[in-house]
């Protein structure tokens, strides 16, 4: 992997690019993350793709681009990069907040959309009670009480019965959020409140459509992925029996057979 700073747009954007495949993947990671939780994952599928990461503006030592990151401003400043590093079109496989973004990419540039991936994420609008809490989190960073979000975050990501054995990748995303703007936290959080329901746009998409799921989800319930699979037949669904939210770290080589079979057709 080769990483990087580009100029996507007018954003200075922190990339890593394999650099070789045929066929490229983009890997968008969720709030709360940055590009480094992939670092485990890109060893079982870059033999058979080009894998592309990046620090979403706002998250990592990507640029903050003032008070709302839309998630049309971030499907814009993916496809500047695209652009930068001459891909032409990809597989963009978003991990929940980037999912938003990888459906917003989808709908503004489907001529560069091979495929999309829902991993651990819905086209769904935020609910107005999930709005209330985005909105507090909002508060506490503005507070300087960033560190609530450390505490409970990276742990409620994974399913109860594996958060032992993922210590060190829990404290790793705790100290990941120690490390992000406050700035590009609330940025993000702002987009997410503003973002619309993207399911209208998925069933005309016209591009192959896959949700990777976990049984054990605390964010994506159950009762919300099997609505989602039920709305949506065109899409193929891959269930991670043993996962919560964090399926590419916590059952990745289900993940990444389920990835690369969607990638090959």
Known sequence: MVEKFIM???????????????????????????MLVWEEFIPLIYKDVRVITLDIPGHGISEVKGETHTMDFLADTLAAALEKLSVKSATIVGHSMGGYMALAFAERHPDRTDGVVLLHSTPYADSEEKKKNRQREISLVKSGKKELLAHTAPE??????????????????????????????????????????????????????????????????????????????????????????????EEPKMCAAALLDFVRG
């Open 8 to 34: 996507a747009g007018d954003t200075a954007l922190h990339v890593c690019d394999s650099e070789e495949g045929d066929k490229v993947v983009v890997l968008l990671h969720g709030y709360l993350e940055n």
């Open 156 to 249: 409620a990501g994974f399913a109860a019965e594996n958060r032992n054995r993922f210590r060190t990748e829990i404290e790793d995303l705790q100290q990941i959020i120690y490390l992000t703007e406050d700035a590009g936290i609330i940025a993000l959080l702002n987009g997410m409140i503003e973002r619309k329901a993207q399911s209208e746009m998925l069933h005309n998409l016209g591009k192959p459509i896959l949700f990777i799921l976990g049984r054990k989800d605390g964010y994506i319930t159950p009762e919300i992925a099997e609505k989602m699979v039920s709305e949506h037949p065109e899409a193929k669904v891959v269930w991670l029996e043993n996962s919560g939210h964090m399926g590419f770290i």
